[in-house]
């Protein structure tokens, strides 16, 4: 027999019966949803890991709870009629929990497993022919050698599950390298499946394809966009991509949305990719899919001022199947500049010293904790001149974070 439901437990519609979409996670991604959701008239609410987490600040349905703790999280879910994810860590029991009390989950475990799990993207892919560095799974030191012996030293060893900012990736040069980088990342419980080795792509740049997709499978793509990377930490992004070849823009871009439908993903899917010379003069640069993210992702914050529609915007239309938004350029070049924390945890005097210098700036901060290395914010800058853009964005973004003083 089912429960009767508890009228206290009904999702709490706002006036004009407008629903509650609930984010698990209380981060900057969650934080960022805020602004689309007050314009577009849908509530947010907030499962956030601590009162002081980002999107906690910002939204003011946000109880405080663990996406690992399954009570937590279902008395949550039932406040909301649909939910997403500020990140992909929440455990499959939980997911399933939530799936078999008929919560909407966008996107769903079948799909998100994909973002969680590096081996089984690297299988699925695979199994539906979207170009992959050459790779294998390594349980022994024998698969390791064997690996190499075909694609060479050194190759790129990455922990399927938790890893971020390349944290959990390792260039690796022998197999005794591999075993001391292992037994300093790994607890025999996330590696009992074993470890993703890769061949060391010698790529020209790396590019990032994001789309969004809405249960009735509407789907949207922006712009092939360059990720600039710092010590494994994105730090740069240029929509467009400079100077793309327009094939493999347009092929790219159709895998992006390929993936999106074939692995039924809802919301914001990253799909982030290497760039790789041509293999013979005269033909197209390539592309080799590193790896997918199902939500908002850093290499789409540019959107948020450089596009008709922005991703924090469209990952709510998405996951309320609504019409997506035109996710057009609305300038020639947008750049967007992540601020990595400093020494110093007094931002504002440099905030305001950045605004008054370039009134064109849009800086986006996180209302998180200063710590050397941290995403702590964005800028994004939109210009006719790609340079100009450039030099703007990179320079605020580095006063605010203390990097420069001038
Ligand atoms: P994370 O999940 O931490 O973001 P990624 O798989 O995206 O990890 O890897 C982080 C970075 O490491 C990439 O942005 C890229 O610069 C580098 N990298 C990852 N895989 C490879 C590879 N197979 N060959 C060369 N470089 C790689």
């Known amino acids: 027999m089912s429960a009767r439901p508890d009228p206290t437990d009904a999702p709490r519609r706002t006036p004009g019966g407008f629903p509650v979409v609930g984010v698990i996670g209380g981060g900057q991604l969650a934080r960022m949803m805020q602004g689309p959701a007050v ?3 849908v509530q947010v609410s907030v499962l956030a890991e601590a009162p002081d987490a ?3 600040l910002v939204v003011p ?11 937590a999280v279902r008395a949550f879910a039932r406040q909301c009629d649909v939910v997403t994810f500020d ?3 929440v455990p ?3 997911l399933a929990a939530l799936q ?3 919560v909407a989950l966008h996107p769903s475990p079948a799909a998100l497993v994909f973002a969680q799990d590096k081996l089984a993207m690297r299988e699925r892919l695979a199994a539906f022919g979207v170009p992959c560095p050459r790779w294998a799974r390594a349980r022994s030191g024998e698969d390791v050698e064997t690996f190499a012996a075909t694609v060479g030293w050194p190759v790129v060893a990455k922990t399927p599950r938790g890893g971020y900012d390349g944290k959990g990736v390792r260039v690796v040069h022998g197999a005794a390298e591999l075993a001391d980088w292992l037994a300093e990342v790994a607890t025999p419980g996330p590696l009992a499946d074993g470890v993703l080795l890769e061949e060391r792509v010698a790529f020209s ?5 994001l789309v969004a997709r809405s249960p009735s499978g509407q789907a949207a793509a922006w712009a092939v966009v360059e990720t600039v990377q710092t010590d494994g930490i994105c730090t740069e992004v240029l929509a467009p991509a400079p100077g793309i070849d327009p094939g493999l823009a347009a092929e790219a871009t159709a895998t992006g949305l390929r993936i999106a439908g074939e692995l039924g993903v809802t919301g914001v899917l990253a799909v982030e990719m290497f760039e790789v010379p041509a293999a013979e003069a005269g033909s197209a640069p390539a592309y080799l899919v590193n790896e997918l993210a199902m939500r908002p992702h850093n290499s789409g914050h540019w959107s948020m001022d450089g596009a008709v529609t922005g991703q924090f915007e469209q990952h709510l239309r998405a996951v309320l199947d609504l019409p997506l938004g035109d996710p057009s350029t609305r300038a020639p070049w947008t750049v967007m500049a992540n601020v990595l924390g400093g020494e110093h945890d007094e931002l504002y005097s440099a905030y305001r010293h950045v605004m008054a210098r370039d009134p064109g700036l849009k800086v986006h901060l996180y209302g998180k904790a200063v710590r050397p290395g941290r995403k702590i914010g964005h800028v994004n800058v939109s210009a006719r001149s790609l340079t100009d853009a450039r030099t703007r964005a990179t320079h605020a973004a580095d006063y605010i974070a203390g990097a420069i003083d001038e």
């Open 61 to 71: 349905s946000a109880p405080v709870g663990s996406h690992t703790d399954l009570e």
């Open 100 to 102: 078999a009390d008929g």
């Open 205 to 209: 740049r790396e590019l990032a394809v």
């Open 92 to 94: 499959a029991d939980v």
């Open 54 to 56: 980002s999107a906690a």
């Open 87 to 89: 990140h992909e860590h």
């Open 39 to 41: 314009e577009l008239g």
